[in-house]
């Protein structure tokens, strides 16, 4: 009998054991799951972003060249919330901040490099796109108080993909930037 008991207390000992081992497997397994999952993508009202008139004669902030697969050569312009805040280095950028860069094909020129004595003339090409940052903390508070937009031939390109990954790359920049990569070239 006395041997009897201990053999039920063991057996009561091994499957609470199992039990718990399968509780922490079942555990791991769902937290595994969770890491396995690709960032569910944060839902940014990407559909506000419009392409505001006359921004084509907003001022100068800078310019930048996207050598490899872009091989373009931009222009990076602000409306005058902008141009204010970049000249006087303030950030975070205030509300109603936007900032458009613009972008085209960049090419050599044969017909400026006929007047130098080897080829050294890049130009602006045909157009490429239009990308725009708007400050609006409000509307755009997933996305660091920044909406974007993209526009091809004036015309907004909506795809959610796209748009995701403005925001991604931006906020990599360290936070004092609030977001912009580019400096006022004076
Ligand atoms: C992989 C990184 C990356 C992605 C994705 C990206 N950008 Fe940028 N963006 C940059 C860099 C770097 C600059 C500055 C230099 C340049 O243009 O090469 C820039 C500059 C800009 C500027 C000028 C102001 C600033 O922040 O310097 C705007 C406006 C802009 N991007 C909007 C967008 C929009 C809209 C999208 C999405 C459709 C987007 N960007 C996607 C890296 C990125």
Not at 73 to 86: C, D, S, T, W
Not at 87 to 115: C, H, M
Request: charged share 20%; aromatic share 10%.
């Amino acid at each position: 009998m006395k041997l009897g008991a201990e053999t039920g207390g063991m057996q009561r000992l091994v499957l609470g054991l199992s039990g718990a081992l399968f509780t922490v497997v079942v555990l791991l397994q769902l937290t595994a799951g969770a890491q396995d999952k690709p960032n569910t993508p944060i839902s940014l009202p990407i559909d506000t972003v419009t392409l505001p008139d006359g921004y084509r004669d907003w001022k100068l902030i800078s310019v930048a060249h996207e050598a490899g697969k872009n091989n373009d050569i931009r222009a990076i312009l602000g409306n005058e919330i902008a141009v204010k805040a970049f000249r006087d280095g303030k950030r975070p950028f205030p509300e109603g901040t936007v900032i458009a860069r613009l972008a085209w094909q960049y090419q050599s020129s044969p017909r400026n490099d006929a007047v130098f004595s080897a080829p050294q003339s890049f130009v602006a090409g045909p157009p490429t796109n239009v990308q725009l940052s708007v400050k609006d903390s409000k509307h755009f508070a997933a996305s660091g108080g920044w909406g974007y937009g993209q526009f091809e031939g004036g015309r907004p390109n909506r795809d959610p993909a796209l748009l995701q990954t403005c925001f991604a790359c931006h906020a990599k920049l360290e936070s004092r930037a609030d977001f912009v990569f580019t400096h006022y070239s004076p």
